[in-house]
Every structure is written in C-alpha cells, then in structure tokens.
C-alpha cells in the first residue's frame, strides 16, 4: 500500500512538473533557432544586438511567468505578475526583437515568399488590425478579472493553460498591430487613440477589482494587488506609445531609414535607402522587404519580364 502510494505521488509530481518541461524546451529552442538565424544573417547584414537583447529578455519574461516559483500563483499579487508578464511584458520584448523580419532575411526565397504570403492573409490581417487586436487584449484582462474565470483558472488546471496561452497570444498581436509593419496600413492616430483607450481601461479595470475583487480574493489583498496589476499595464502601454511615437516621428522625418516594427510575432523590417546597403536601382533581396509589400507579389511580377526577356532572345536568334 506504502509502494503503491509513492508510486502515484511519483507520477502526480511528473505530470505536474510535464508543462513546465514542455514550456522549457520551448524556450530553449526559441532561442536556438533566433541565434541560429542570427548567425546566417551575419556575413551579410549584420543583427542589431538591441534586438537580440529584446528576445532575450523576452523568453526570460515567458520564463519567470510560467516556471520560476511566481508560477505557484499563491496569491493575487502572483496571479496579477504573471498576467502582466505574459499578456504584456513579454510580447512587446519579442515584437521589438523582430523575429519575423529575422527569419524573412535568414530563409531562402520560396520559404521566405511563403510565409510573406502568410502573413498578408485576410485572416492574419484581421487579427492584426489595431483595433481588433486591442479588444481581444484588454478586453481578456476584463473577462478574466471581472467573471468567475478567475477562480476557474487556477494553476495546474486545464483552464489555466488557456488563459495563459490566450493572454500571451492576444499580447503578442496587439503589439504587432501597434509597432508592427502591418500597422502602417492603419494610421498612426488611430493607433494612438487606440492606445490611449487601452491605457485607460486598464486604470479602470485597476479600479474595478479593488471595488469588487474575484470571489477567491479577500477584499484587503484585491486593494494593493489591483493597483500593481494597473501600475504595471500603464507601465508598458506608455512605453508602446513611446515606441509608436518614435517610428512615427522618423518614418515622417524624410529619414534615410525609415523603421517599421514586424510581423504576426513582429518587428522592424528596415528599408534602407542609402547606397551604403546596395546599388541604385537594385531591388532588395525579397527576404529583406516589408511583409506590408508581400513578396509574393514581387516575386510574380518578375515572373513575366523573365519570360518576355527569353523571348526576345529567341527572337533574335531566329532574325540571325
């Protein structure tokens, strides 16, 4: 009986401690393929090691939310770190590492004209789109906080892992929508106005779970815990607007760079006009260019001047 009861303590512990070991290789290999591109990038054009910094700073948010001990989630104080480092922190770091733009660059042609063609879906646009990417974030802060999903998500339940996977997935589109390449086809004051309306729901939803906290909180930890949880978000929705002012300024400043952040999970995608990056009049390689403009259009509409050009060598063979 003793046996058997170490035995199902033992595999209890294993399936518990299974995510954690998932999210781990996860990690580890996020950052493997990010260095790896790196690398292949190098003899070329060289990776910003701001943006590396980004990633790794990044996977270290994604880390400290779901496997250092804050991932217990003992109290709202943890519950609302976690949140907070999932569904904010941590996106805005891996938007501004750039990681698609990375990966655009290190690809070669097909694959990179694949996933530009990806990426300007109908689908992938939607979602992409400021203001639908702003409901689905502030808005799962809202039903989490305000609705007994709170008190279903505890950790190590199936609910959990839904939340945190649509916290960060929601967190990641929205800083794509407001830095990201694709953000340009909206204008920049909407997205600011969009901002500033995410700033102050969460200031109000700060409010509102000091006022009425989850059913599981007491009323004296809500107050201080609330607090932190709009602290924070102000926090990083000021430095997204910071970081959206500061693309806006230079893209409208006539600069010989003109930055616009990335794609689905974000980034810059530089556009260098200069002569110090190619010849005038060469056109870039497709894995350098702005998913805004797909590749795969590019890459189509060179398909007939190929064509027409072998004609026209056919041609005057036969003349001769």
């Known amino acids: 009986m003793r046996v058997a009861l170490e035995v199902a303590h033992e595999h209890g512990a294993v399936a ?30 060289p990776w910003p090691t701001d943006r590396i910094g980004a990633w790794l700073c990044g996977l270290a948010a994604v880390w400290g939310a779901l496997i250092s001990p804050l991932a217990a989630r003992e109290t709202l104080f943890d519950h609302v770190l976690v949140h907070v480092l999932l569904g904010l922190v ?6 501004l590492a750039a990681p698609v733009t990375l990966a655009l660059r290190a690809l070669a042609a097909v694959p990179a004209r694949r996933l530009a063609a990806l990426l300007a879906s109908p689908p992938v646009r939607v979602l992409l789109h400021p203001l639908v990417a702003a409901v689905l974030s502030a808005g799962g802060l809202w039903v989490l ?36 390449s694709g953000s340009a086809r909206v204008g920049f004051r909407l997205r600011l106005v969009l901002m500033i309306v995410v700033l102050g729901a969460h200031v109000v939803l700060g409010q509102r779970v000091v006022a009425h906290p989850p059913v599981v909180v007491a009323a004296g930890e809500a107050t201080s815990d609330a607090l932190l949880l709009a602290a924070l978000a102000v926090a990083v929705d000021l430095v997204l607007i910071v970081v959206l002012w500061r693309r806006w300024t230079a893209a409208s400043g006539g600069r010989g760079a003109v930055s616009s952040a ?33 590749v795969v259009s590019q890459v189509d509409a060179a398909e007939p001047d190929r064509q027409g050009e072998q004609r026209t060598d056919h041609d005057r063979e036969d003349a001769r």
């Open 16 to 45: 518990q401690d299974l995510p954690a070991l998932c999210v781990s290789l996860t990690l580890v290999a996020a950052g493997a393929i990010y260095a790896a591109s790196v690398l292949r990038n190098l003899p070329e054009r």
């Open 90 to 95: 941590a996106p805005l770091l891996l938007v």
């Open 145 to 180: 906080y305000t609705t007994p999903l709170y008190a279903l998500a505890q950790p190590a339940t199936p609910m959990a892992i839904v939340v945190d996977v649509y916290l960060f997935a929601s967190g990641c589109l929205f800083a794509a929508a407001m830095i990201g």
């Open 262 to 294: 990335g794609s689905a999970l974000g980034g810059e995608v530089e556009a260098v006009r200069g002569d110090d990056e190619r010849e005038p009049g060469q056109p870039e390689h497709p894995r350098g260019q702005d998913i805004s403009e797909p």
